[in-house]
């Protein structure tokens, strides 16, 4: 079936010839068939070694690599060790929608697995302060000895609104010709307007705009006194001429650092087509800017993507590089959700630089795949390594990895150890906590899984079919066909009463029909 093995190279570089998803939605509650974490691992700060629930974890002289090669699959064995950076995303698969509701099928290179099941609540147990719960399950597919195992991390709830820090938030808006598209600068306009009554008097806001040039529309203002001001601000933004992302960039983040506030989150969000094609287009060279201020002032990017035609790839790499998150909006609601929900979620903090790594016991596992997190791989020797980026969380949050799994025949005792490490975002104390699966906990079918984990999956192998074409990934085991995937679909939104389910069936059946 050319299922890859997942490996490790020296010097830091990951090859994996992976494919697939992690997740991240945004609430809920429920179990599954795998064990909840056991504290065991909490508060722990080592500086080598893997994580002690996975001891037997080979070592590098065990695993045949060769040194100096870093360009090549060296292990002659699978690598039974999986270390990413937490990823909260959702662009890809509102993007997808999007170019599927136009009539296109989505370019293979824009779908990213991880943000398709990121996209859709969980019931995750949560934990009770900062920091994660961790929930490792999983069910067997149709495809002899695969299966598939979920691994599902959660924060705590978010906090009443009045609990949260004072917020910081400096708007980048793009305002180039190709925003004057309908459902691009018109849905940015309506947007901060709706978000800026909703947002608390002592938080502030500054407002950028750009397009050949950048102009600072308003400077960092409370809105305990100024919430008229920032609405006639909005009011000015109109289309202008090209698309200068890297001025913009630029301005933004030097009037945060003008306008920063001891306490708060400052934060840089940056709205916008993310087609640049003036000024400076590199986008090594904008990125730069972006860590710069996030290593000295602590200041977060989200970026928001609008529009038929959309940087995808530019917009995730600014906002991984500044810390931050991203979302794709194409229509009221979405955007309302995304500035009314997200956006005042990921205001308060909960862990920084956050990585998770999951260790396959090599007495059960001949192979795995994680599903996605191309971009967000780390180094196993660098998961304790807290000079390392990880990805940062707020309340509310979940985050899904799913992996294809090949157990050896007869497998039985402990299958998978996962570990989280996180940093507290006060005073960047390391912590850690784990959770376990066992090979009899796996369920028979996956389809008489708990919800949660069929609609992950569900997501998994719509963005694993999307791909489809691209010599880069090779098909997940046991891939229903569109239509069927469809069917599934529309029975668990049935069952889960869930909307976004429904429109998960809808873009299946969307794209089925356009393979025809």
Known sequence: MGIDHARRLRGGLL?????????????????GHGQASDGAAKSRDRSSGWPAPAPDAPRDDERGEESGDTGRDLAPSPDLLSTFALDVDTASYGYARRTLADGRLPDPATVRPEEFVNSFRQGY?????????????????????????????????????????PAALTFVVDVSGSMAEPGRLDLARDSLGVM???????????????SDEAETILPMTRLGT??????SAIRRLEPRSSTDLGEGVRAGYDTAVEGLREGA????????????????????????RVSGARREHGITLFGVGVGSDYGD??????????????????????????????????IDLTARDAKAQVAFDPAAVEEFRLVGYDDRQVADEDFRDDRVDGGETGPGHTVTALYAVRTRPGASGRLATATVRWLDPGDRTPHEESGRLTAAALGDDLWNAPPGLQVSAVAAYFADDLRRGDSRWSALPARPPLGALADRAGRLATATEDDAVRDLADAIRRADRLRD
């Open 15 to 31: 090859a994996l010839t992976v494919a697939g998803g992690l997740l991240l939605a945004g609430c809920g509650g429920d179990g």
């Open 125 to 165: 147990e949560r934990p009770d302060g900062d920091g994660f719960s961790v929930t490792v399950d999983g069910a067997r597919t149709g495809e002899e000895d695969w299966s598939l195992v979920r691994v599902g991390l959660a924060t705590r709830a978010a906090r009443d609104e009045g609990e949260r820090p």
């Open 196 to 210: 800026t009554d909703r947002l608390r008097a002592d938080d502030s806001v500054a407002l950028v705009a750009f």
């Open 226 to 231: 100024g919430r008229a001001r920032v609405h």
């Open 265 to 288: 989150t400052n934060r840089v969000v940056l709205l916008s087509d993310a087609l640049a094609n003036t000024g400076d287009t590199d986008a090594d060279s904008i990125l730069e």
């Open 313 to 346: 790839a530019l917009m995730e790499r600014l906002a991984d590089r500044g810390d931050g998150h991203t979302a794709y909006v194409a229509n009221d609601e979405e955007a309302r959700k995304v500035f009314c929900e997200e956006l005042p979620r990921n």
